[in-house]
């Protein structure tokens, strides 16, 4: 089993920035693909952002690239996502999942294991 915790949400201001952290435990991280999804009251959870087990590659849905960056720190056991000139729009739930499929999955059912959320909220 893997257990993952977010942190890092919060209220801010449109422009602003925010890094989410997500750690886990339980097996090899470098092992794991790392993603983050986000759910906006009355909505779908949306893909965000997924890495590779190793770093490098990554994946962004088109309303974050240019602004959002995920990485991670493998001898950490975390991986980030640092949000850039943050909009109203991506006030929502952010929540770490954790999967091991060959290559970057991008929906909700390919992931293996998820984390509670952090709240992030961007007021106008």
């Known amino acids: 089993q893997v257990q993952l915790v977010e942190s890092g949400g919060g209220l801010v201001q449109a422009g602003e920035s925010l890094r989410l952290s997500c750690t886990a435990s339980?097996?090899?991280?470098?092992?794991?693909?790392m993603g983050w999804f986000r759910q906006a009251p009355g909505t779908e959870r949306e893909f965000v952002a997924a890495i590779r087990g190793n770093g490098g590659n990554a994946s962004y849905t088109d309303s974050v690239k240019g602004r959002f960056t995920i990485s991670r720190n493998n001898a950490k056991n975390t991986a980030y996502l640092q949000m850039n000139s943050l909009k109203p729009e991506d006030t929502a739930v952010y929540y770490c999942?954790?999967?091991?499929?060959?290559?970057?999955?991008?929906?909700?059912?390919?992931?293996?294991?998820w984390g509670q959320g952090t709240r992030v909220s961007v007021s106008s």
């Open positions: 999942a954790a999967g091991q499929r060959s290559w970057i999955p991008t929906r909700m059912y390919e992931y293996d294991y």
């Open positions: 339980g097996r090899t991280f470098s092992d794991l693909i």
